[in-house]
Nanobody, 124 residues
Framework: QVQLVESGGGLVQPGGSLRLSCAAS????????MAWYRQAPGKERELVAGIISGGSTNYADSVKGRFTISRDNAKNTVYLQMNSLKLEDTAVYHCNADIASETYNGRLLRRGYWGQGTQVTVSS
């Protein structure tokens, strides 16, 4: 059993900052990709930023230069530092992780997991 638990969302004024955290726990052998997605009302879920185990990152064009994704492999945690927030950043933010777990017979099972989401509201 693997769980992803997000925290750090909230209400912030335009131009403000928030830091999201997502901690993975449970039967974890290894974590490869970790990412943040967001979904605004009436819109499809979109990739915000991703980071692989080696540290390489990628960002949506809309957040480049404002958001920074990072991870602490020892804590199985991924972060999203969001600066210069805009009204259009308002959404539910979900973390996603590609996790390998050991099964009862010693094999590795790899699959993607989602967190429950955390609301980010940018409003004046």
């Amino acid at each position: 059993q693997v769980q992803l638990v997000e925290s750090g969302g909230g209400l912030v004024q335009p131009g403000g900052s928030l830091r999201l955290s997502c901690a993975a726990s449970g039967n974890i052998f290894s974590i490869n990709n970790m990412a943040w997605y967001r979904q605004a009302p009436g819109k499809e879920r979109e990739l915000v930023a991703g980071i692989i185990s080696g540290g390489s990152t990628n960002y949506a064009d809309s957040v480049k230069g404002r958001f920074t994704i990072s991870r602490d492999n020892a804590k199985n945690t991924v972060y999203l530092q969001m600066n210069s927030l805009k009204l259009e950043d308002t959404a539910v933010y979900h973390c996603n992780a590609d996790i390998a777990s050991e099964t009862y017979n010693g094999r590795l099972l790899r699959r993607g997991y989602w967190g429950q989401g955390t609301q980010v509201t940018v409003s004046s």
